[in-house]
């Protein structure tokens, strides 16, 4: 089982991945946004967007769960991470996130953002919970 799953089922959301990858023969300097375009579409409505970015804000766990949470209280029917490319997140997707958040200034294969990110929300829920996984 990957982390992915493991976090996944153990979490009190329900967690979905979905793969997409710029449609038809795209040339190479249109990529990055092609591939937001294809993300932006499969955000569901009446998602918070989070865009994942190295520029973006870097915030501590206790700090997402609170956004997590408050996203909730006023009424978002899920929550979006987009996690972008090789060469990493196109403007669009960017500009249109309600919030850009960094996991840190290194680079990460996807892979492991994946479960970084997978990890952070099942936090997130046991911190909203007030279960003792996070030992703050």
Do not use: N
Not at 46 to 69: F, I, K, N, Y
Not at 91 to 117: K, Y
Request: include cysteine; hydrophobic fraction near 45%.
């Amino acid at each position: 089982m990957s982390l992915v799953e493991d976090y996944s089922r153990r979490c009190a959301w329900v967690m979905r991945v979905r793969e997409v990858s710029a449609k038809g023969a795209v040339r190479p300097e249109r990529q990055v946004e092609a591939e937001a375009d294809e993300l932006l579409a499969a955000v569901p409505p009446g998602a918070a967007l989070v865009a994942l970015d190295e520029r973006g804000r870097d915030l501590t766990s206790e700090a997402l769960a609170g956004q997590l949470g408050r996203w909730r209280d006023e009424g978002a029917r899920a929550a979006a991470f987009l996690i972008g490319g090789p060469d990493g997140l196109g403007a669009a997707a960017r500009e249109r996130a309600t919030l850009v958040l960094s996991l840190g200034r290194m680079t990460w294969p996807h892979m492991l953002v994946r479960a970084m990110l997978a990890e952070q929300l099942y936090r997130a829920t046991t911190i909203l919970a007030g279960h003792p996984y996070h030992r703050a």
